[in-house]
């Protein structure tokens, strides 16, 4: 047992050596797709602002369209009214001169309101736009540098774990697949005693365990962080 408690200690120090570089190695690909999520978004965002521009340029050809159709039905009416030949065809005919002023005057004040939105939307189109170019020329740059990062990441996590399968070879199945579940679950689930306290959680250890510890004759654990103790005796032995 003892000396699998010290191939343990070996393979976890060898582990925590590498753990920032597991760190970055996972963080990688995470900001690479909250990047592309990001680009999506705003890809699908400048989709529906051109799709609105679109809408609102021909809302305002319609009005613009009625507008004119109303001027001409003015010109029409005052025709009418020169061309009257009793009181009553004159007072339609004013009513329908009223009735297209009215008209004009409303077609004239929502293509303008229009016109005021369609230059907004404009102007958002162009920071959306500007967005869109830079978060993607990002991602593209993110893409390369990564590449290169993961590749040099690679080869120093390699060089940091070359012989860890011949020390975990050294160590019983049973025992490494507890360390590698607490590893997955807790930093340095291996920790060296050099007193009477877990270096980890700073708590007293039962006096009997410290004992315990020295002999090396089974793996114990914390009883109150539960990561994996061996006594520092027992790697200078």
Avoid: W
């Avoid at 909250?34 to 305002?60: G, P």
């Avoid at 060089?159 to 199945?173: C, F, M, N, T, Y």
């Avoid at 930093?187 to 700073?202: K, L």
Wanted: a negative charge; aromatic letters at 0%.
């Amino acid at each position: 047992m003892r000396e699998e408690l010290v191939a343990l200690a070996k393979l976890a120090e060898m582990d925590d050596s590498a753990r920032d570089i597991d760190a970055e190695l996972k963080q990688i690909p995470q900001r690479l797709e909250e990047l592309r999520s990001s680009v999506q978004m705003l890809e699908t965002m400048l989709s529906q602002e051109r799709q609105q521009l679109t809408e609102a340029e021909a809302l305002k050809a319609q009005q613009s369209a009625e507008l004119k159709e109303r001027g001409e039905g003015l010109q029409r009416a005052r025709k009418k009214i020169a061309q009257s030949s009793s009181i009553r065809e004159a007072d339609a005919a004013e009513r329908e001169v009223e009735a297209n002023r009215r008209a004009i005057k409303e077609r004239e004040d929502e293509i303008g309101r229009i016109a005021q939105a369609i230059e907004a939307k404009k102007a958002s189109l162009v920071e959306r736009e500007k967005d869109f170019e830079d978060t993607k020329s990002s991602l593209q740059a993110d893409q390369e540098t990564s590449k290169a990062r993961v590749a040099e990441l690679e080869e120093q996590r390699s060089q940091l774990l070359h012989g860890r399968d011949e020390l975990a070879a050294k160590v019983s199945k049973a025992i490494v697949k507890r360390y590698e579940r607490l590893k997955t679950g807790i930093p340095n689930a291996v920790v060296i005693i050099t007193n009477g306290n877990c270096p980890a959680c700073r708590m007293a250890l039962p006096a009997q365990l410290t004992i315990d510890l020295r002999r090396a004759d089974e793996l114990h654990q914390c009883p109150h962080c539960r990561r994996i103790i061996i006594h520092k005796s027992v790697l200078e032995d």
